[in-house]
């Protein structure tokens, strides 16, 4: 019995984690979302990170210009996996070309 309160608390507290987690990448998105509108920076782009991804996918993605925004948003959200090129054009929803 004891086993088996313990192995509920600690599922318990894996939600409850997992929860917290989504609730903080809301906020980061809302704050950042709201920083963008009103400043228009050009620290805010990314523009190394752009155009090396544009041109590492030019046969695979149609590349979209990401912010810095974007990229704090997408790592939050997707802490579990590495993100390169691929997955930061996957993830952002942009167009694969097919061919």
């Known amino acids: 019995m004891q086993w ?4 509920i608390f600690i599922l318990f507290l894996g939600f409850y984690t997992v929860e917290a987690q989504r609730q903080d990448c ?3 998105r809302e704050q950042c979302r709201s920083c963008i509108r009103r400043l228009v ?7 190394f990170i752009n155009r090396d991804c544009r ?7 149609v590349w979209r210009d ?3 925004c974007d990229m704090q948003i997408l790592a939050c959200e997707n802490h579990d996996q590495k993100l390169d090129c691929e997955n930061v054009a996957r993830l952002a929803g942009m167009r694969r070309l097919i061919g």
């Open 41 to 47: 920076n050009p620290k805010n782009d990314i523009e």
């Open 66 to 68: 990401v912010r810095r």
């Open 55 to 61: 041109e590492k996918l030019r046969d695979r993605w």
């Open 4 to 7: 088996l309160c313990l192995f």
């Open 26 to 28: 809301r906020r980061i």
